[in-house]
């Protein structure tokens, strides 16, 4: 759809994102295979048509160097077919808005989605924290 402004990317484990929609959904085995290393990762992607900021969505500047370094960062996290193409996950979306594809790396108590977000943004010489498991670690950054 050409109205869509804004594409938003995530990482994190693929049996939290396919299965537990909503925090209620959660299953012990899911929450136990992600903590421990033991599932498999995909990356999230979302279009919006618009950005609201809040306090948890901030407007960060950043320069054409940054991006590209960020860009670059998103790409190496998905996995890719033999024609170059990101591996998409045929599996039931949050909306009709997003999908999913198959990413490198395992999410586990010390590698989560937030510690992924401030790689990226150390990988884009943005500021970020030491390290974080937690999106306040990011978020401390950017008040």
Known sequence: ???????????????????????????????????????????????????????????????????????????????????GNPIFIDATTYGKNDSFYEAHRTYNLFYTCNTWANQALKKANMKAAFWTPADKGIFYHYQ
């Open 1 to 83: 759809d050409s109205t869509h402004q804004f594409l938003a990317f995530g990482w994190g484990d693929k049996g939290f994102y396919l299965d537990t929609p909503e925090w209620s959904d959660l299953k012990f085995s899911t929450a136990f295979n992600a903590a421990f290393n033991l599932g498999t990762s995909a990356m999230h992607t979302t279009f919006y048509k618009q950005i609201q900021e809040n306090e948890s969505c901030v407007k960060i500047e950043i320069s054409k160097e940054q991006y590209q370094k960020l860009i670059t960062f998103i790409e190496a996290s998905f996995q890719y077919d033999t024609n």
